[in-house]
């Protein structure tokens, strides 16, 4: 028996894979999501759905009062959602400062608290020009940081073992864990289906192609992402 993982749970494919893969590796996984004002709030009824094809337990954190202080595009209904691959300049707006380290602090915190062995967050390369919480510099910070403040307590080990993969090799991934990719959701705007022509929808997108795998999303505009990626995951 490998122990309780806590996994932050989005309900999008990156941190659904981590769900499957620690699920196939023995882990009794616990989904983690946040609610945080987001836009796309849609994810949370997606994370959901995963933790029940897992039957696993599922916890929610609302944290909508500290989203609306956000200035992000994300949380907020003052500006649109902009559109394009994630390396454009333009995806900044989309940052929420500090969102990883609040939420990996709330889920390392349930993690020392139930004893759990694991808490894990798929955090991948291609956020890396976009995000700086979701780099190495930052996941080897916040580790250190734990190690500190949980001093005399339990301590779960962090684990972040996508942060220096590409979506398309999460892809890959996902789809040998037989992650159900059309319970996922990615799409910043949360309408009825993906846009196709948000960062995350173009990424999503791109990434199926880049791997080969069938793409079963149903999106507004289906092409769009080839117009604003080489197809090999670098922006034009």
């Known amino acids: 028996m490998s122990g309780k993982a806590i996994v932050l749970l989005s309900g999008g494919m990156d941190s659904t894979t981590l769900a499957y893969v620690m699920a196939q590796a023995g882990y009794d996984v616990i989904g983690l999501s946040l609610r945080y004002n987001q836009r796309h709030v849609k994810e949370v009824a997606c994370a959901a759905e995963i933790m029940r094809g897992l039957q696993g337990a599922h916890h929610v954190i609302d944290l909508s009062a500290w989203g609306r ?25 989309t940052v929420v400062p500090l969102r990883n380290p609040l939420f990996l602090t709330i889920a390392t915190s349930i993690g020392s608290s139930l004893g759990a062995a694991v808490v894990a967050a798929a955090v991948h390369a291609g956020d890396h020009a976009v995000y700086p919480d979701c780099r190495p510099e930052f996941t080897e910070a916040f580790t250190a940081m734990a190690e500190v403040a949980l001093d005399g307590m339990h301590k779960p080990r962090l684990r972040f073992p996508f942060v220096e993969k590409t979506k398309a090799e999460i892809v890959v991934m996902g789809h040998a864990a037989g992650v159900p990719w059309a319970e996922t959701w990615s799409c910043y705007k949360g309408g009825a289906q993906h846009c196709g022509r948000c960062g995350t929808c173009v990424e999503r997108a791109e990434a199926f192609a880049v791997a080969g795998v069938v793409d079963p999303t149903s999106y507004d505009d289906p092409t769009y992402w080839e117009t604003v990626t080489d197809f090999w995951g670098d922006a034009e």
């Open 69 to 93: 202080q956000m200035k992000s595009v994300l949380t907020s209904d003052v500006g649109a959602i902009p559109e394009g691959h994630y390396a454009a300049d333009n995806m900044s707006q």
